[in-house]
């Protein structure tokens, strides 16, 4: 069936370096994909979004792209902090659907 | 703005006892409303979802219900809880596209309710 995955449950990254999560989703007609960010114990709370008219889009030191070639979508936050540390999910959405399929997300951990 | 707001924080039940989480919204009119369970180092499953005002959709076959009393209020209930009832329960809103449905937006998450059952 259809799905969203992850390639990585867990991410460790150096204080300042870049990190790049990724996500595989295998529905070729989802148009409308989402990431968010979930430390412990919150609610996920939105990061940034991208539509399938976009392959690129950025925000404040993240920056999603999208490729719908091969189906995949990536979040990169450029010179990770500590408050960084959580786990990411991503969702996607299409017409047929009806509702967002989230993926399993993965831990990025900073490490100081 | 809009916020979302759920309540209580936490809450710890015995089996077989009733169950009421509560979720408001201000700041929009006519939200779609979404209710999700997250087990422990696990993703988001949807329980229900609601376009208007007494509309529920449900999910997953299971003893919960939800409710839809006013514009930005939500509810989830159960009659009897069960030990597999415990998670993290979250509340979500997204805009209506007016596309019927209302999915195809961002979905913004309250704080979380963390139940458990003993």
């Known amino acids: 069936g259809e799905s969203v995955g992850l390639h990585l449950p867990t991410l460790s990254v150096q204080e300042g370096d870049n990190s790049i999560i990724n996500c595989a989703y295998s529905?070729?007609?989802?148009?409308?994909f989402i990431w968010y960010k979930q430390e412990s114990g919150k609610g996920p709370q939105f990061i940034i979004d991208i539509r399938s008219n976009m392959d690129k889009r950025q925000g404040q030191r993240v920056t999603v792209l999208l490729n719908k070639t091969v189906k995949h979508l990536s979040l990169q936050i450029a010179a990770t902090q500590p408050g960084d540390s959580a786990v990411y999910f991503c969702?996607?959405?299409?017409?047929?659907?009806?509702?967002?399929?989230f993926g399993t997300g993965t831990r990025l951990t900073i490490i100081p | 703005s809009q916020t979302i707001h759920q309540w209580p924080a936490t809450l710890v039940q015995p089996v077989g006892s009733p169950l009421s989480l509560e979720c408001t919204v201000e700041?929009?009119?006519?939200?779609?409303l979404y209710w999700y369970r997250q087990a422990a180092g696990r993703g988001l499953q949807l329980l229900f979802y609601?376009?208007?005002?007494?509309?529920i959709s449900s999910e997953v076959p299971q003893n919960l219900s939800a409710s839809r009393p006013q514009d930005r209020q939500f509810i989830l209930s159960s009659k009897k809880l069960l030990l597999s009832d415990s998670g993290f329960y979250l509340c979500a809103w997204s805009r209506t596209t007016g596309t019927g449905g209302g999915h195809r937006e961002t979905q913004y998450f309250g704080p979380g309710t963390r139940l458990l059952v003993l």
């Open positions: 609601s376009v208007g005002i007494g509309q």
């Open positions: 529905n070729s007609a989802s148009d409308y």
């Open positions: 969702a996607e959405d299409s017409p047929l659907n009806e509702k967002l399929t």
């Open positions: 700041g929009t009119s006519n939200p779609n």
